[in-house]
């Protein structure tokens, strides 16, 4: 394959990737929007409150982070992008969220993926929530105790 013919099918390859990821982001975005003007957002952040405490973070950040648990983190990312954008984050929760979901994007998606190939429904959704809530809860823990130790 001759390298224009490679430019041209690369380029029309992520032409095609960035247009699919806008049909969903967009949508996304108008959702939140409209879910934020009619305070929905707020009930919802107020019945999740108990997350944004075992992590320390704030109610905000907690609808993010389950946009990046249930849709992955490209699909998220547009959702986390504009909460730090619009200062809806510190930079404390964008850490939490961020590192909970490296451990546990996409958890629906991901693990059925896997698990059409053999592995255990279970034990992969489990375990993948579990290692994502612990390392959140001790980053979160650590990030008090620097902020303390740098106002000191």
Known sequence: MNFIAYLKDSTIGSISSILSMAKIIIPLMI????LKDVKILEKVSKKLKPIAKLFDI?????FPLMIGIVFGLVYGAGIIMESVEEKNLSN????V??????????IFEDTLIFVA???????????????AI??????SKVIDRASNNINQ
């Open 97 to 106: 969220v961020m590192i909970f979901l490296v451990a546990c994007h996409a």
């Open 134 to 139: 612990v390392v959140a809860y001790f980053v």
């Open 58 to 62: 704030s109610s905000e950040s907690v």
């Open 117 to 131: 190939v053999g592995a255990n429904l279970w034990l992969l959704f489990i375990t993948r929530l579990v290692v």
């Open 92 to 95: 404390k929760d964008l850490y």
């Open 31 to 34: 959702a939140m929007e409209i």
